[in-house]
């Protein structure tokens, strides 16, 4: 079930208060329009009346796709800090909801994997990435992958990450977001082959990078910055 809800915050640019209606849930599957809208990044979109500065609003939402198996937990960015707490909250709350719905319910939901996601920027990844067909688990490790490959050119834009956006004659491309405030620094286009690395590095890398296959904070984030943002 989709529910708006009353949000407030401040503009990131000048810091003037905004009030209006958001979504603290959504269902994919009742409401593609608003799929379309995370798809396309224009979800929630909003000019400051202030400034005029066009934003996306942060704060919790749940994303559900009983079609897809998706249970996706928005974070706003500023609760990154907390997702050793926050993370395994999400994982129970499945595993409740499961045990508690009705034999359909429940069936609707075996097989589901919940993510754990931090801002606007990253739900509209895991939901694109979903929609690509992309395994994302393969797409965390492309990213560590390519950190390690271009680490001195990635560095210069400071504490990042990456974050999926689209494919380029073939190349999956990601922006460069600023941690932790988000700002969207650039893009880098992962090389063709870095998906095949992945793939045959699949079993080592599970062992060395478990949470990525195992949690729901599945992002190649945890791993380069822990919690000291």
């Known amino acids: 079930m989709s529910q708006l809800g009353p949000g407030t915050g401040m503009c990131p640019r000048c810091q003037a208060a905004w009030s209006s209606a958001v979504f603290s849930s959504l269902d994919a599957d009742t409401i593609p329009a608003q799929v379309d809208a995370i798809l396309d990044g224009t979800f929630e979109l909003r000019a400051c009346t202030a400034c005029a500065f066009e934003f996306r609003p942060e704060h919790p939402m749940l994303f559900v ?41 429940g069936d609707r939901l075996h097989g589901v994997r919940p993510r754990l996601v931090f801002g606007q920027h990253m739900l509209t990844e895991a939901v694109r990435a979903v929609w690509a067909g992309l395994d994302t688990n393969l797409l965390e490790i492309a990213k560590l992958l390519t950190i390690r490959r271009n680490l001195p050119a990635l560095m210069a834009y400071g504490p990042f990450e990456l974050c999926f956006e689209r494919f380029d004659d073939g190349n999956p491309v990601c922006a460069i977001h600023a941690l932790p405030d988000g700002a969207r620094l650039g893009e880098f286009a992962l090389a063709r082959d870095v998906f095949a690395e992945a793939v045959a590095g699949r079993s080592l890398m599970q062992q060395r990078f478990p949470a990525l296959f195992e949690r729901a904070y599945a992002s190649a984030t945890r791993y380069l910055i822990g919690t000291t943002l």
């Open 65 to 105: 796709s009983h079609v897809r198996r998706l249970w996706i937990v928005m974070h706003p960015l500023t609760d990154r800090r907390e997702y050793t707490t926050l993370e395994p909250a999400v994982e129970a709350t499945v595993v409740h909801e499961i045990v508690m719905a009705a034999p359909l319910v």
